[in-house]
């Protein structure tokens, strides 16, 4: 009877209620009772590996770097670009519209010169001007008639040796 006792005293302790036991064990109480990994020296060949693979993976990094600087100096420079282009369209709407003032300042001008021209070249400013200058309107006997047939000679219904002076003028003209 007395190892019955034994057994039921030990079920009445606390070790049959730890339930630590049961559950899942940490990293670090795995790696404490697994103790530590001693690495025996590799050999040569082997250190040269790991010396490789080492430069390589230096290498990677580094040409990562430099493309990640030169993406970034790329991404810069476009806009820049792009700022330098608007600064130039600016300027040339700018001018542009400058030139298109000038124009209608011009065509205005022209507009009122060729008004002017007119009214100076008008038959009553004409008449005003030469009575001005002391001229006359010709007479009905003043005014002479001359023909031009198509071989450029003139012919008076007068005479016609005033035929053969026009045709002179008109040939001394031509040749002048």
Not at 101 to 110: C, F, G, H, P, T
Not at 118 to 134: D, H, R, T, V, W
Not at 151 to 173: I, K, L, R, Y
């Amino acid at each position: 009877m007395n190892t019955s006792r034994k057994n039921y005293g030990q079920y009445n302790t606390s070790s049959a209620y730890d339930f630590e036991l049961f559950m899942p064990k940490r990293k670090e109480e795995k790696q404490g009772k697994k103790g530590k990994i001693v690495r025996i020296s590799d050999t040569p060949a082997q250190k040269d590996r790991q010396e490789q693979q080492r430069r390589r993976a230096a290498s990677a990094a580094l040409r990562a770097r430099v493309s990640t600087m030169a993406v970034s100096m790329m991404i810069v420079a476009m806009v820049c670009a792009m700022i330098y282009l608007r600064i130039e369209v600016t300027d040339a709407s700018r001018e542009l519209s400058e030139l298109k003032s000038q124009a209608d300042v011009l065509k205005s001008e022209e507009n009122r010169l060729r008004m002017e021209l007119e009214n100076k070249m008008s038959l009553a400013n004409i008449e005003e001007q030469a009575a001005a200058l002391g001229m006359q309107k010709a007479d009905a006997g003043q005014v002479s008639y001359v023909r031009v047939n198509g071989a450029q000679t003139a012919e008076d219904s007068d005479t016609t040796g005033a035929a053969e002076t026009a045709d002179a003028a008109v040939t001394d003209g031509a040749q002048n």
